[in-house]
Each structure stands twice: as C-alpha cells, then as structure tokens.
C-alpha cells in the first residue's frame, strides 16, 4: 500500500489535494489550531463532518472518543512540549479519523508528536489505528515518569518529615498536589476514552492495535490511582506538618511561660524593695544587696527545681 506523509501547519491546499488524490494512500494531515488557514481549510476544505469540525475546534476540551459518519472522533492529553505554554497541566490533541485518513489539530505543542512523524516517515505507520495507537503509547510513555517523579517527591517529604524544613517543605508538597491535581483532571477521563476506543469496530482497527490501546489505557489507570495517592499523602502530609507547627510553637510558648513564672516573683521582690520611701528593712546594712541577690537565687533555684520535678520541660 502507498502511503503519503504531510505535516501541515500553513495550508498549501494543492500539497493536499495531492495526498488525497492518491489512491490507497494513508494520510496524516496536521494542523496547527493557531492558524487561521488551518481552521478555514478545516471548515471549508477538509471534508471533515460539521459537528466534527466544532468538537475539533472547541477552546475547551476533555479526553473522549465518538464513533460516527464512518469515522471517530478522538480527543487525548498529553505533556506539552513547552513548559508553562498552557494553562492546563496537560496538552490537547484532537483527531478526527476514518479509513486512509487522519486529520489531527493541536493548539500547543505535544510532547512525543515529533516520534510520531519519524514513524511516519519510516513507513511503520499504515492506517489510522497504528498512528492513534502510537500517538497513545507516546503519551502515556512520556507522563507515565512524569507522575512517578511526583511521587518521589512525596516519598522524599515523608523520609524526611523535618520541623525545622516546614516551610519548605510546603511549598513543595502544593506544588506537587497542585499537579497531581492538574494531571487527574485528565487522566481519568483519558482512560475511560482509551477503553472505548478498543472497543470500536472499524477497518482500521485491528487486534494488535486494540492490545496496545488496552495497554495504554491500564497505565493511565494505574496512573489516576498513583495521582489519587498522591493527593491524599499530600493531604497528610500538610496536616502533619500544620501538626509539627503547633508542637514547636507549644513547646516555645510553654518555655517562655516557664521564664516568665520563674522571674514574676522575682521582679514583685526586686519591686517591693525598689520603692523609694522610708522603712525599707536592711536598707543601710552593707551586706543588703548580696543578701536580696541571694534570695532572688534561691527563690529562682527552688522554682526551677519544681518545674523539673513536675517535667513541665517534657510536655
């Protein structure tokens, strides 16, 4: 079988017409959801059913399949190429296939899209189901370690639960549930969509692309589970670190307590004796001043001693 290869991301409607001109070709075309030509030649141009051209088009999308005009509807997620490029935690991709023939759109760069193409390339492609069942693989080969970082990075936090390290600590234990967060927001749909999708009936799609998409669909299974994880030890870990907080701020209030009890009595005596009247006892004796000294010691000494005694200093 002849296959044809174009990567469109400016329209060249005669590079096109020449692809589907050929017969028995496999056609990917590519469009970048940027471009106005692309969309108009997605409108007007490309063949592609009306209430499918919207559902490719649309600004706001979640993973799904839809079988229907002798041709499927695919939406998927993926990493972005280029950090911080979208809003979302993940990237879009939208495919609009049916036999010979794939029209795919994407608003940002998808990571893996470029092994795809080399694939393309080589000819190991050659139909529908090979290109969404790799597509697939890609995606879920490249967000696959991705999550499993993050829970390293829970990992790492529990290992080393360090009171002194709290605000660090929190900070990097928001940021991963913030993604986790992010990630499962798509993940679990997208395994839904991928089991559909090895469900459906059509030409292109055979027993061995079906195993691969299954495949793939078990791992952002075990992915939503690992996110789900995720998001409930960073819970615990934020209250046990909220509980660490008030622990430290508790012993620091106890031990300013314990100061402050240990030198009441010894400020009321120290006052008391600071007055400036008459009849103050021993005002005149030279001895006077190392005699309150000593007092004030011993009164510190025998509260103190109470305190240890009590193990206030433990609690």
């Given at each position: 079988m002849k296959?044809?290869?174009?990567?469109?991301?400016?329209?060249?409607?005669?590079?096109?017409?020449?692809?589907q001109a050929e017969n028995g070709c496999f056609t990917w075309i590519h469009l970048?959801?940027?471009?106005?030509g692309a969309l108009r030649w997605l409108r007007e141009e490309s063949g592609v059913p009306e209430h499918a051209v919207r559902a490719l088009s649309a600004t706001e999308t979640r993973p799904r399949i839809e079988q229907f005009d002798n041709g499927a509807l695919i939406n998927l997620r993926g990493l972005?190429?280029?950090?911080?490029?979208?809003l979302d935690e993940l990237v879009s991709i939208r495919m609009w296939a049916t036999t010979g023939k794939v029209v795919s759109i994407s608003f940002r760069t998808l990571l893996g899209?470029?092994?795809?193409?080399?694939?393309?390339?080589?000819?190991?492609?050659?139909?529908?189901?090979?290109?969404i069942t790799s597509l697939s693989m890609q995606i879920t080969d490249r967000l696959d370690p991705h999550i499993a970082e993050l829970g390293d990075a829970i990992d790492e936090c529990e290992a080393?639960?360090?009171?002194?390290?709290?605000?660090?600590?929190?900070?990097?234990?928001?940021?991963?549930?913030?993604q986790a967060i992010g990630y499962r927001r798509f993940v679990a749909p997208q395994r839904q969509a991928l089991e559909r999708l090895s469900l459906i009936s059509c030409q292109w799609m055979d027993d061995d692309d079906r195993f691969h998409i299954r495949e793939a669909a078990d791992r952002f299974a075990r992915m939503a589970e690992e996110l789900e994880a995720i998001r409930e030890r960073s819970a615990l870990l934020h209250e046990q670190l909220?509980?660490?907080?008030?622990?430290?701020?508790?012993?620091?209030?106890?031990?300013?307590?314990?100061?402050?009890?240990?030198?009441?009595?010894?400020?009321?005596?120290?006052?008391?004796?600071?007055?400036?009247?008459?009849?103050?006892?021993?005002?005149?004796?030279?001895?006077?001043?190392?005699?309150?000294?000593?007092?004030?010691?011993?009164?510190?000494?025998?509260?103190?001693?109470?305190?240890?005694?009590?193990?206030?200093?433990?609690?």
């Open positions: 296959r044809h290869w174009q990567l469109t991301r400016t329209i060249d409607g005669r590079v096109i017409e020449a692809a970048d959801g940027k471009s106005s972005g190429a280029i950090p911080d490029d979208d899209i470029d092994r795809v193409e080399e694939q393309m390339l080589e000819g190991r492609l050659k139909d529908p189901g090979d290109l080393d639960l360090n009171p002194a390290r709290a605000w660090a600590m929190r900070r990097t234990i928001g940021h991963v549930r913030s909220t509980d660490l907080r008030s622990e430290m701020i508790e012993t620091r209030a106890l031990l300013i307590s314990i100061v402050a009890l240990i030198f009441l009595p010894l400020t009321f005596v120290t006052g008391l004796l600071g007055m400036n009247v008459e009849g103050i006892p021993y005002a005149h004796e030279p001895w006077a001043f190392w005699g309150v000294v000593i007092f004030c010691v011993v009164i510190a000494a025998g509260i103190s001693v109470y305190f240890i005694r009590a193990r206030w200093s433990r609690h």
